[in-house]
């Protein structure tokens, strides 16, 4: 990996980040590395603001600074390209921010000396159809969730998995999830956890009313679709706990297949995967 620009993206209001900024900013100036800052660090680095999306089309390599939830942002921003992130956590808890922030230089360092491994984690094509139209279409590296629009009300959800009806949900609501994705809102609602390098579909009841409905893993090769009965109650989408549609209707059809385009996430160099899951999960206290 050849690496010759390397954009910088930072969770907003993190003003205690700017001496790191800096800092960072200084050590790849020493290299000749072109930076690229998005709003949030760039008027500390003495850079013209960049947004994330033209900073993600435009860097060898995305420095995320934050935790989980600005690498999903930065991974929603790179759209369809291949671009290596490098997820810094600023926070307490981080799946796909392995790295810490006393760890991101000497990490830096094993990158541009091509001793580090980068790894593809697969996404989810998330599109919904109303009336034989495309209303939303989304990448989600974590998960796709539906849900009744109203508090406290559960919503019936029909599942079909490659045209063969499965089941129907009565449910808080339902969660389809990346192996990613299985350690985030799928792990809270008692989903598995999947190695993060494995592909497949985990699809998780919200509190579904049968205790007989649990948790269901479905191959990478699974198209599913789910058709929500809203019934005038209101009904939602969420990708990623960032983006998704609103207002679903009665009719709707949301469709999620494995997409063609993974984001390549910068692996720790200084622990495995399941070292991490002992630090995050504290696997092993009493």
């Known amino acids: ?10 969770k907003e209001d993190q003003p205690q980040a700017e001496g ?24 500390w680095a003495g850079l013209e603001p960049c947004s994330r999306e033209a900073l993600a089309q435009q860097a060898d390599l995305i420095v995320a ?10 991974a929603r921003a790179t759209g369809t390209r291949s671009v290596p992130i490098l997820g810094v956590n600023l926070g307490r808890l981080g799946f796909l921010a392995e790295v810490s922030a006393e760890e991101l230089l000497p ?19 998330v599109r919904v159809r109303r009336d034989n139209e495309e209303v939303g279409a989304f ?32 449910a808080d609501g339902l969660i389809i999830a990346t192996p990613t994705g299985s350690t985030a809102y799928s792990l809270s609602a008692g989903g598995p956890l999947l190695a993060p390098d494995l592909e497949a579909l985990v699809l998780t009841p919200i509190c579904p009313h049968s205790l007989t409905q649990r948790p269901l893993v479905l191959p990478e090769t699974a198209e599913v679709e789910v058709v929500p009965h809203v019934r005038g ?13 609103a207002e679903l209707r009665e ?22 995967r399941y070292e991490i899951l002992h630090a995050k999960l504290r696997w092993g206290e009493r």
């Open 20 to 43: 790191a900024v800096r800092q960072l900013v200084e050590w790849l100036g020493e290299r000749s590395i072109t930076v690229l800052g998005d709003a949030q660090c760039a008027g």
């Open 65 to 74: 600074l934050g935790g989980d939830g600005t690498l999903l942002s930065v």
């Open 139 to 170: 990448l989600a590296l974590n998960d796709a969730v539906i849900t009744n629009s109203q508090l406290s009300r559960m919503i019936d959800l029909d599942l079909y998995a490659d045209a063969v009806r499965v089941t129907t949900y009565h």
């Open 233 to 245: 109650e209101g009904a939602s989408l969420t990708v990623d706990g960032q983006t998704g549609l």
């Open 251 to 272: 009719g709707d059809r949301i469709t999620v297949r494995r997409s063609d385009h993974p984001v390549e996430i910068v692996a720790s160099p200084f622990l495995d």
């Open 107 to 125: 990490a830096l360092d094993k990158a541009f000396s091509g001793d580090l491994a980068v790894v593809s984690r697969m996404r989810l094509d």
């Open 1 to 10: 990996m050849t690496i010759r620009s390397v954009g910088i993206c930072l």
